[in-house]
């Protein structure tokens, strides 16, 4: 046709097509996403101008998307009733924001190991994926202005294109895919129904398919907080977080600095990972301008919070994002950092506006919280606040938090301590609580195999340094009557130690004991009992409890020590065994007996003493 151009691809374009048609890229299905947001943009940009009353063509015809499939033909058409292009903006691909975007784009790839083509729309340069499935690509536009013409823009992609003025257009952009032959499957109603719902059911305008209406989930994150009701809230957490039941928490925000972000984020009602399901994955999905950029993105939010799902919306993710800042590593970390300590700063008000909703809370995520300390050295502070403690001030089963058993601190109390135990009654009957009932100290329950780990990382809170019961250094304050003296404790002590050799490290008096006659004490400042049993658990390479050496302290004021002291100097080898008992006790009291057969042969033994007495 006479009235046919004949143009050139600019070198550097023609080598991004180069790249997107031979790519042997896995996600070639993002072309759909790509060419469906170009549409939903168009359509964007003509509602603005509809808005602001400048005359268009077409005025009455709304913005909408349609796409079309043919399997006998091998074609997938995407029609839009948006802006349309001139033959400037054919021509010039995109204006100069394409020239710049396919720069950046190029230099990305060359830059990445691991070249990702499905970036390509954050460049601006969506358009071009058409061409890693078709083997022609024909656009037909007609701008919405007074231009009053249509035109027929068409490429093979390898050299350049042709334009042709096209009669008779309506508003918007026609743009059919002569798909390759090993897409095909992109001419399927199906496949092309499952990528639209998958990438693009958030899009503020209808899409059809084959005429049939697809989207119709609204995209409430984006929408103000008090114009959407309970229902809608729901009806969403059930489509994003694949849950029937209602969700135990819900944080709608936005923020302007130092991102723009709309997040709409859940706590599932139970913790999927306890109920059997192996580790879960973040079920939070990231969108610009309601468009999917990644589902389940990796690196939103520290792993610790894998149980939210959601959706997070940023407006800096693609396009607009300057050159120098390309990787999106930084932009990601960015992210991550605003988004947890928004969820942290929630949670906390949660604790205080909604008392059993947070008990709730936390009895379903407390391990998360906690690996959240022990892992991630960033949230410490804002994480310390959210866990909860039995207290030996509290009836059983009630929970305090470290801040609250501060504020009950009296001033001669420098330090948090925790008494690390199986359960409540372990953890009253233990020796080491004894001198704090003694002192009315206040003491923290823990019972989970990992809050050693937690008082570890932890270290201080609010200050105050969290200490563990068995090595606090306290002492009870009033002496008993019937005590062994100074001196005579003293030398029971030595006497011990030379009994007992190479079993203990240190013989000590004990100022901390009232009702046990004495208790065993690690003499590893780091390692601690419990956490030789945790690492024993893990088959970890932990010294063995039995063979570790531990500090022995006994009870001047127990009666057995009197009497032991007495003994020693009568039947010196019966006054042997019972010191030997005695450590054995200890160490089954701190859980540290392993094997209990030669303790329980000379215990068999003592007890045939005590029954032979006359
Ligand atoms: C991308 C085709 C060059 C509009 N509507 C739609 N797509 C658009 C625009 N693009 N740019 C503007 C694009 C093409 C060529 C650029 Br040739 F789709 N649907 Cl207004």
Redesign the pocket.
């Known amino acids: 046709m006479s009235q046919t151009e004949t143009h050139h691809f600019q070198a550097e374009i023609q080598q991004l097509l180069n790249i997107v048609i031979h790519s042997l890229y896995t996600d070639k299905e993002i072309f759909v996403r790509e060419?469906v947001s170009?549409?939903a943009?168009?359509c964007e940009?003509l509602r603005f101008h509809q808005s602001s009353g400048q005359p268009l063509h077409q005025a009455d015809v709304a913005p909408g998307i349609a796409i079309t499939t043919d399997d006998k033909a091998g074609t997938i058409i995407i029609t839009?009733t948006?802006?349309?292009?001139t033959h400037g903006?054919?021509v010039e691909?995109?204006g100069t924001i394409?020239h710049s975007g396919t720069k950046a784009f190029l230099k990305q790839l060359a830059e990445d190991k691991k070249p990702d083509v499905g970036l390509i729309g954050q460049f601006g340069v969506g358009?071009y994926s058409a061409f890693m499935v078709a083997n022609r690509v024909t656009?037909l536009?007609r701008s919405f202005g007074p231009e009053g013409q249509g035109w027929q823009?068409t490429s093979g992609g390898m050299g350049g294109?042709e334009l042709t003025p096209a009669a008779d257009l309506p508003r918007?952009?026609k743009?059919t895919l002569e798909l390759k032959d090993d897409a095909k499957d992109f001419a399927q109603e199906a496949t092309v129904e499952r990528i639209i719902q998958r990438y693009s059911s958030f899009v503020p305008f209808p899409i059809e398919l084959n005429n049939k209406r697809l989207n119709t989930v609204q995209a409430i994150w984006s929408r103000s907080k008090n114009e959407i009701k309970e229902e809608e809230y729901n009806e969403f957490y059930t489509f994003v977080g694949h849950d029937h039941d209602k969700p135990l928490f819900r944080l709608h925000f936005s923020a302007d600095a130092p991102l723009a972000i709309q997040a709409l984020l859940f706590v599932p009602g139970r913790n999927f990972e306890t109920m059997g399901m192996g580790r879960m994955d973040s079920e939070v999905n990231l969108y610009c301008r309601k468009v999917l950029i990644q589902a389940k993105a990796k690196g939103l939010f520290p792993e610790w919070l894998r149980f939210l799902k959601g959706v997070v919306d940023s407006e800096d993710l693609p396009l607009n994002i300057s050159r120098e800042s390309m990787q999106d590593t930084s932009l990601m970390q960015k992210l991550n950092r605003v988004l947890t300590g928004r969820l942290l700063k929630f949670l906390e008000e949660q604790s205080v506006k909604d008392a059993e909703g947070y008990s709730k809370f936390y009895g379903e995520y407390q391990r998360f919280l906690k690996e959240g300390v022990v892992t991630d050295y960033t949230h410490k502070e804002a994480l310390g606040k959210l866990l909860r403690f039995e207290s030996s001030t509290l009836e059983r089963g009630g929970l305090t938090s470290l801040s609250e058993y501060v504020q009950r601190m009296p001033s001669e109390q420098k330090e948090i301590y925790c008494l690390l135990a199986t359960n409540r009654a372990a953890a009253e009957a233990s020796p080491y609580f004894e001198v704090f009932r003694e002192r009315k100290f206040e003491v923290l329950f823990l019972y989970d195999a990992w809050d050693e780990f937690v008082i570890e990382h932890l270290r201080e809170f609010e200050g105050k340094p969290l200490k563990l019961a068995e090595k606090a250094e306290l002492d009870i304050s009033t002496k008993k009557d019937g005590a062994l003296s100074e001196d005579a404790s003293k030398s029971l002590a030595q006497w011990l130690k030379a009994t007992l050799g190479d079993k203990v490290g240190e013989v000590r008096v004990s100022q901390r004991l009232v009702e046990s006659p004495a208790v065993v004490v690690d003499s590893d400042k780091f390692m601690t009992a419990s956490m030789r049993r945790l690492m024993k658990s893990m088959k970890q390479d932990a010294p063995e409890a039995g063979a570790a050496k531990h500090d022995f302290e006994v009870n001047p004021a127990h009666p057995i020590m009197a009497r032991l002291d007495a003994m020693r100097q009568t039947d010196a080898t019966l006054a042997g065994s019972v010191a030997e008992q005695l450590l054995d006790n200890a160490r089954v009291a701190a859980g540290l007996l392993e094997d209990p057969r030669a303790m329980l042969a000379r215990l068999n033994q003592l007890l045939e003493k005590v029954l032979t007495k006359d």
Not at 82 to 85: F, N, S, V, Y
């Open positions: 060419l170009n549409a943009d168009a940009k839009d948006g802006l349309g292009m903006e054919l691909n995109l394409a358009f656009v536009s823009w294109y918007g952009t743009i």
